[in-house]
């Protein structure tokens, strides 16, 4: 994983809560971010080494940092770097973690946040949970001629897990929300494919699967791939089923004030 600032302040004054040391203490956050939050990815040597080698040099590794305001002090695993060809070139910002690994296939379990109707424009907005059972990622790299387009394909199961504004009684209700879920979902999906263009940074391993299917090609396009990558045409596509509302029985937890 990749710390911010110094090293040694993670050893020296972050303290374990049961684990024995700090090192097992960060090992132990990192794999709860990343099984039961969707914040953090589970990784090792291999999967880093590996990527780095591979023809496009970009990998995603887990990013902590000390934050010495908490009491205890600790260190939260909470959090994505990308590197490129072996250093850091920037921090996944906090609102794309989710979606990032949603595209990578490494998404376990989480919980996202869907705006209720009319909220989009508010600075304190009011949102919905869902807590995802499921997810499933393919992409699909399509090569037409000197053109490359990229298909992504995601399906969830997930439960409610708080309701605020919504009522869920009848199948019309629930395929109503399961919009508002794929909404949601498809929108993240698009601005973190947007970002991670505008950076050049193919983190999807697009260049590997072209190397693997058509090599002669990837000889070709392999000297100018940061640039052709920024360009490439993703078409997303989400499916999202609520397959059952939990324990509030599909009614909103309290009534709003207007």
């Known amino acids: 994983m990749i710390g911010k600032h110094r090293a040694d302040q993670y050893f020296t004054t972050s303290k374990p809560f049961i684990e024995t040391t ?8 990192e794999r709860m971010a990343y099984k039961y939050t969707g914040k953090s990815l589970k990784t090792s040597f291999l999967d880093l080494m590996l990527e780095l080698k591979g023809k ?4 995603v590794v887990p990013y902590v940092y000390f934050d ?4 205890p002090v600790t260190s939260p ?11 850091m070139v920037m921090e996944v910002p906090p ?8 595209l990578k296939d490494r998404y376990q379990k989480g919980v996202i946040e869907v705006e209720c ?13 869902v807590e995802v059972e499921s997810l499933k990622t393919k992409l699909g790299v399509k ?3 000197d053109a490359v387009a990229v298909e992504v394909s995601t399906k969830l199961k997930g439960y409610t897990g708080e309701l605020l504004c919504t009522t869920l009684k009848t199948p019309d209700d629930v395929t109503k929300f399961n919009e508002r879920v794929r909404k949601t979902v498809e929108k993240e999906i698009r601005r973190t494919i947007a970002l991670i263009q505008k950076q050049k940074l193919d983190a999807l391993g697009i260049g590997d699967r072209i190397y693997r299917h058509a090599p002669a090609k990837w000889k070709r396009w392999e000297p100018e791939w940061e640039e052709r990558f920024a360009a490439v045409p993703f078409t997303v596509k989400v499916e999202a089923s609520i397959i ?9 937890v309290a009534k709003l004030s207007k």
């Open 22 to 29: 700090i090192g097992q203490q960060l090992r132990e956050s």
């Open 56 to 59: 496009t040099g970009v990998a």
């Open 68 to 71: 010495p305001k908490n009491k």
């Open 77 to 87: 695993v909470s959090g994505l770097a990308l590197m490129r060809k072996g250093k």
């Open 95 to 102: 609102k794309m973690l989710e979606s990032l690994l949603m």
């Open 117 to 129: 109707p009319g909220e989009s424009k508010k600075k304190l907005k009011k949102v919905e949970a």
């Open 143 to 145: 090569i037409s001629g």
């Open 244 to 252: 059952n509302t939990s324990v509030n029985l599909g009614e909103p």
